[in-house]
């Protein structure tokens, strides 16, 4: 049992500001890019509502009714002694991202201060300076990696209320307000309607064969399913809380935001006839000179629009680390202190290699199945142990845990024809869309 509690507000903002991450602005827009658009948006969306928002109330159920880790919240809720504990440690998958995900933070920081200083003014000087960045220096990653890496810890250490609550109640309207204001700006670009356009009218004739499956395996990640997160956050979620009004509104807020990310991007790559389908160098490489070119408003907006991605990463990674404490607190008595240096000794030791795998010279000897540490890291865990996690939790739910203690839960909040399908979904669409998505993730 665990004694902090977030207000009904924190729990929102904090399961928001988890949700909200580098998977939104810098993941949705180009894989939106790269899958043609707006028949994409629409996959995309029914992913959210039919797969994600299902997972997402089955994840909090277990939280608020254990009100406990995960590895207790599996154990006390099976109906009966047995393997069930060991899905719990589908946690560990929390340590995977964290080797990676702050590395990314790391340059979205180095990229606040080169939007506010020296902005890139050709494409072919963003590439050479984000190539140079990624394959040689080393010692600058590793400075803005640490900085990451401290930032996250030092809110976990401060707790759920005083540091985690704390933060994300300031950050995320911060984020919200910074994005309005990019989306204003946005709007007197000569982009805005083709963005719209590209975002919104859906030509199923761009969609790609991977494109379905690409769609839920983001809902996925966008939502932080499958590593616990969002079970260990519910876990603290106040006695009063309607927790499917809160799922839904995370939901909505989680979407919004990733679209409004995209109408500002796409703004800005219409109105300069840039390419909107360049893949994962979308945020760092395309959208410097773009910003570039719009002079002193440029880089003070490049500057607000890296600050945001900043605050939405580092809200995101907090939740990554607090899965792992909550189990060696709560579960093995441990203190804070001693498991966040447990867990981010061994994060940070293996976020080094996968920093290292990207630089050149160090790179060769880092490589794991033809994979450099960096790759496999993020392979691993999107591609195989999330969609594990979140099978397991929709299996758990609507199999093995009884139906009795989820409709006392659930009822008060919802109508039993909405309860019924959210029964149906979890245990047949949920578990067969993940299944999906993961075997043709292993099959790509
Ligand atoms: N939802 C985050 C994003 O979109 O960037 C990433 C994430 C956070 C994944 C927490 C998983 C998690 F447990």
New binding site residues.
């Given amino acids: 049992m665990i004694a902090a509690r977030f207000s009904r507000i924190g729990f929102i903002l904090a399961a928001a500001g ?7 602005i ?3 827009p180009y894989i939106t890019g790269e899958n043609g658009g707006g028949a994409f948006v629409l996959i995309y969306l029914m992913a959210i509502t039919f797969i994600g928002l299902s997972i997402f109330i089955a994840e909090v159920a277990m939280g608020r009714l254990s009100r406990s880790d995960a590895v207790s919240a599996y154990e006390s809720l099976a109906p009966k002694p047995g393997p069930w504990k060991f899905a719990g440690f589908t946690l560990l ?2 340590i995977l ?1 964290l080797t990676y ?1 702050p590395i990314v933070i790391g340059w979205v920081f180095k990229y606040i201060w080169v939007a506010a200083t020296h902005l890139p003014t050709t494409v072919e000087a963003s590439g050479a300076a984000f190539g140079e960045m990624l394959t040689q220096d080393a010692s600058g990653q590793i400075f803005y990696f640490t900085l990451a890496f401290l930032c996250t810890f030092l809110i976990v250490s401060m707790g759920v209320k005083k540091g985690i609550e704390k933060l994300n109640l300031v950050l995320m309207p911060l984020l919200v307000i910074i994005l309005l204001l990019l989306f204003c700006y946005a709007i007197t670009l000569d982009g805005f309607d083709d963005a719209l356009k590209f975002l919104f009218v859906a030509d199923f004739s761009k969609v790609r064969a991977t494109s379905v499956m690409e769609a839920v395996g983001h809902a996925f ?10 079970m260990t956050y519910s876990a603290s979620l106040p006695e009063n809380a309607n927790i499917v009004r809160s799922s839904f509104t995370v939901a909505v807020l ?1 979407t919004a935001i990733a679209l409004v990310a995209g109408i500002i991007i796409f703004s800005l790559i219409f109105s300069f006839n840039a390419e909107p389908g360049q893949g994962p160098g979308l945020l760092f490489i395309s959208l410097p000179p773009l910003f570039a070119q719009l002079g002193m408003a440029g880089t003070l907006g490049a500057t607000l629009f890296f600050v945001a991605v900043a605050f ?2 580092v809200t ?2 907090i ?2 680390v607090e ?1 792992g404490v909550l189990y060696l607190t709560n579960r093995l008595n441990w203190s804070r202190p001693l498991a966040l240096l447990a867990i981010g000794g061994v994060a940070y030791s293996l976020g080094l290699l996968a920093l290292l795998s990207n630089i050149e010279h160090t790179g060769d000897s880092l490589k794991l199945f033809g994979m450099g540490a960096f790759d496999l890291f993020d392979f691993t865990s ?1 591609s195989i142990l ?1 969609p594990l996690g979140g099978i397991l939790v929709a299996v758990f739910v609507g199999y093995v845990m009884e139906k009795q203690k989820l409709e006392h839960l659930l009822l008060p909040y919802m109508h039993p024809r909405l309860f019924h399908c959210w029964y149906f979904s979890i245990r047949y669409l949920a578990p067969a869309g993940v299944v999906a998505m993961m075997i043709n993730k292993l099959a790509a």
Wanted: hydrophobic fraction near 40%; glycine fraction near 14%.
């Fill in positions: 988890s949700a909200v991450g580098l998977g939104n810098w993941k949705f998958t929390g991202i995900y990640f966008t939502l932080s399913l499958g590593m616990c997160c969002i989680d939405a990463g995101s990674c939740s990554i899965p999107s999330l």
